[in-house]
């Protein structure tokens, strides 16, 4: 699947758009409520599922320093957050429609097109995420799409090109392959994105 390196290369950047965005721009994912109704014993009973609920220990900081990266590690999570999530559902919905197309030439016009588009749309809305930012959606991609952004473009487009898309990112400090780690050096992130998600942040 050629083409898809834009979405990628700008995922290192800081790709996309949010789901949802308020006024100020500030990304935001709501809690899940789902009401509905079952038959038990010839009753009705109505029922409600919600997101679920995490209960931590309210965090300690040893410095003004340290808080003040928790809060930024918040915000950003906020920020980058919805865009690793519809990272996720663009890849799914390409990969999905490519396998429908029957020739080689059709999937690489099809690529070329959605290419395009992303470049379009999303590329002067990244430019104004920050550095870390990047960083962060290069994780919290490998967290929705369980592969990192570097392996998810080794397999559309392959082995050079990806690895010339790596060697820019790591001029400027990143890494394509940067994977996700929610129990080691990401335990932190991973408890801020559930309480995002869950809509408790």
């Given at each position: 699947?050629?083409?898809?390196?834009?979405?990628?290369f700008?995922?290192?950047?800081?790709?996309?758009s949010?789901m949802?965005?308020?006024?100020?721009?500030?990304?935001v994912?709501?809690p899940?409520?789902?009401?509905?109704?079952?038959?038990?014993d010839g009753?009705?009973?109505?029922?409600?599922e919600?997101?679920n609920?995490?209960v931590?220990?309210?965090?300690?900081?040893?410095?003004?320093?340290?808080?003040q990266?928790y809060?930024?590690?918040?915000?950003?999570?906020?920020k980058?957050?919805?865009?690793?999530?519809?990272?996720r559902?663009?890849?799914?919905?390409?990969a999905?429609?490519?396998?429908t197309l029957?020739?080689?030439?059709?999937?690489?016009?099809?690529?070329?097109?959605?290419?395009a588009?992303?470049?379009?749309?999303?590329?002067?809305r990244?430019?104004k995420?920050?550095?870390?930012?990047g960083?962060?959606?290069?994780?919290?991609?490998?967290r929705?799409?369980h592969?990192?952004?570097?392996?998810a473009?080794?397999?559309?487009?392959?082995?050079?090109?990806?690895g010339?898309?790596?060697?820019?990112?790591?001029?400027?400090?990143?890494?394509?392959?940067?994977?996700?780690?929610p129990?080691?050096?990401?335990?932190?992130t991973?408890?801020?994105?559930?309480?995002?998600e869950?809509g408790?942040?």
């Amino acid at each position: 699947m050629k083409r898809l390196s834009a979405l990628l290369f700008l995922s290192w950047m800081g790709l996309h758009s949010a789901m949802a965005q308020e006024d100020s721009g500030a990304a935001v994912l709501s809690p899940t409520v789902k009401v509905g109704k079952v038959l038990v014993d010839g009753d009705t009973i109505q029922y409600m599922e919600m997101s679920n609920v995490y209960v931590y220990p309210e965090p300690t900081f040893k410095s003004k320093k340290q808080q003040q990266a928790y809060m930024r590690l918040v915000t950003n999570v906020k920020k980058v957050l919805p865009i690793a999530k519809e990272a996720r559902q663009m890849l799914i919905e390409t990969a999905e429609y490519i396998e429908t197309l029957p020739t080689q030439k059709e999937r690489d016009e099809h690529l070329k097109r959605v290419e395009a588009a992303i470049v379009a749309e999303y590329k002067p809305r990244m430019k104004k995420l920050t550095f870390s930012q990047g960083k962060l959606l290069i994780k919290l991609i490998d967290r929705e799409c369980h592969s990192t952004a570097y392996e998810a473009i080794q397999a559309f487009i392959g082995p050079v090109r990806s690895g010339m898309w790596q060697a820019f990112a790591w001029m400027f400090g990143a890494s394509l392959k940067k994977g996700y780690d929610p129990e080691g050096v990401d335990r932190l992130t991973e408890r801020v994105v559930l309480m995002v998600e869950a809509g408790q942040l």
